[in-house]
């Protein structure tokens, strides 16, 4: 049943009776050899229960498996936006705001490259997004916000972007002209625009 050396570790394999020996690098030998052993049953190693038609686990570790998953992904979430949240604390890093729901918060980019970032290759968003800020340290960059926050920022970014493209040096004289042209290109408004000229 055992082979006398693992794929992983390059190893002989200990005695079955010591168990302290054993690491996950020794255990992957036995439970691919379990597999082999028994193909109809489930893939969690010393597990008899049937498989799930089509799947690999049967129904009890599948739903144990996913729990476990979720659990993982929500405690990573709350130390990555605990981190760049004020102080260390989770809430809404924008000045007046106090939402702490861990579902109303996300990762903000402070410098609004999460786009050029999704289309490099990086993961830009959601669990991928916290694996690599975890992973690469906490880099600098990022902020903790609420989605009414982060539609807030959005908001800001195109309305300063629409006036220095349309409205040039001139600044806020001008956006009084743009909305007048913008009445008077109305049928409806032909009219009144003509009477108020």
């Known amino acids: 049943m055992y082979n006398e050396k693992s794929t992983?570790?390059?190893?002989?394999?200990?005695?079955k009776k010591d168990k302290k020996a054993y690491s996950n690098k020794y255990s992957a030998v036995y439970a691919r050899n379990w597999r082999k052993e028994n193909p109809e049953a489930c893939s969690s190693t010393g597990c008899k229960r049937p498989k799930v038609l089509?799947?690999?686990l049967c129904e009890y570790h599948r739903v144990m498996f996913y729990k476990r998953h979720v659990k993982a992904l929500r405690e990573r979430k709350i130390r990555v936006l605990s981190h760049y949240s004020p102080k260390g604390k989770l809430r809404c890093s924008w000045r007046g705001c106090h939402i702490v729901d861990l579902d109303m918060l996300s990762i903000d980019h402070l410098n609004n490259?999460?786009?050029?970032?999704?289309?490099?290759?990086?993961e830009g968003c959601g669990s991928g997004l916290y694996a690599r800020l975890e992973r690469e340290g906490y880099?600098?960059?990022f902020q903790t916000l609420c989605h009414n926050h982060q539609w807030?920022?959005?908001?800001?970014?195109?309305?300063?972007?629409?006036?220095?493209?349309?409205?040039?040096?001139?600044?806020?004289?001008?956006?009084?002209l743009y909305g007048a042209i913008h009445i008077a290109s109305t049928p409806s408004m032909r009219s009144r625009w003509r009477e108020h000229q």
Do not use: T
């Not at 992983?8 to 005695?15: I, S």
């Not at 807030?152 to 009084?176: H, L, Q, V, W």
């Open 8 to 15: 992983r570790a390059g190893k002989q394999l200990p005695p």
């Open 54 to 56: 089509s799947k690999s």
């Open 113 to 122: 490259n999460g786009a050029e970032e999704r289309k490099s290759g990086y």
């Open 139 to 141: 880099p600098k960059g």
């Open 152 to 176: 807030k920022k959005e908001a800001i970014r195109r309305r300063k972007e629409f006036e220095e493209r349309n409205c040039g040096s001139a600044g806020f004289r001008n956006a009084g």
